[in-house]
């Protein structure tokens, strides 16, 4: 069955990096993207980004460019995609997932699979 | 960027009950329209895609209705099961691919 499995919570301090990772498996890495979204305590689901494994293309939401980072290794039909976050302020805390991107032209995108989520606190 | 703006922003309803739940985007998406049910620490999960698509092994109770603009949630007959935030997303052209506010459904 399809699985993303994500790395565990991350606590920072302000101005330091984070690297989230995301674990596929169950599937074909390459044929779908990959995007991440964060979700404060208590508030709503932000898209941040995503990555095509197969193309290595990216695109990143306004707010974070220049801030954010994705990237994929992988190993067949298993691969790994990762997301770093730069210059964390206490804004950034929140919890992170990754989710499989399915694309065609006549249903459009849609999330079908999530990771369980990273928390990332940031906190001196 | 397209903004989403669902309502109510939450609702109180009984087992058995039909609930609506509008979402509304700043500009025409045709119908790339999604809707996602989160229950508290646990990931969203896909409920209906590209307007009125049931995703796989999800209830038939639930149904996705609209185009261009205005579109609609609908729980047939509310269960407990169903109490969570429910999320719209439009997935229009290319990204941002923004979400609505949520939509938190209670049950009386």
């Known amino acids: 069955q399809v699985q993303l499995v994500q790395s565990g919570a991350e606590v920072k301090k302000p101005g330091a990096s984070v690297k989230v990772s995301c674990k596929a498996s169950?599937?074909?890495?390459?044929?779908?993207?990959i995007h991440w979204v964060r979700q404060a305590t208590g508030q709503g689901l932000e898209w941040m980004g995503w990555?095509?494994?197969?193309?290595?293309?990216?695109?990143?939401a306004q707010k974070f460019q220049g801030r954010v980072t994705m990237a994929i290794t992988r190993n067949t039909s298993i691969g790994t995609a990762y997301m770093e976050l730069s210059s964390l302020t206490s804004e950034d805390t929140a919890m992170y997932y990754c989710?499989?991107?399915?694309?065609?032209?006549?249903?459009?995108?849609?999330?079908?699979?999530w990771g369980q989520g990273t928390l990332v606190t940031v906190s001196s | 960027d397209i903004q989403m703006t669902q309502s109510p922003s939450s609702l109180s309803a009984s087992v058995g009950d039909r609930v609506t739940i509008t979402c509304r985007a700043s500009?025409?998406?045709?119908?790339?329209l999604n809707w996602y049910q989160q229950k508290p620490g646990k990931a969203p999960n896909l409920l209906i895609y590209?307007?009125?698509s049931l995703q796989s092994g999800v209830s038939p109770r639930f149904s996705g209705s609209g185009s261009g603009t205005d579109f609609t949630l609908t729980i047939s007959s509310l269960q407990p099961e169903d109490s969570a935030t429910y999320y719209c997303?439009?997935?229009?052209?290319?990204?941002?691919?923004?979400f609505g506010q949520g939509t938190k459904v209670e049950i009386k």
């Open positions: 590209a307007g009125s």
């Open positions: 989710a499989r991107g399915y694309s065609s032209t006549w249903y459009g995108n849609y999330f079908d699979s």
């Open positions: 500009q025409s998406i045709s119908t790339y």
């Open positions: 997303q439009q997935t229009y052209s290319t990204p941002p691919w923004t």
């Open positions: 169950g599937y074909s890495f390459t044929n779908y993207d």
């Open positions: 990555m095509n494994p197969n193309s290595a293309n990216t695109g990143y």
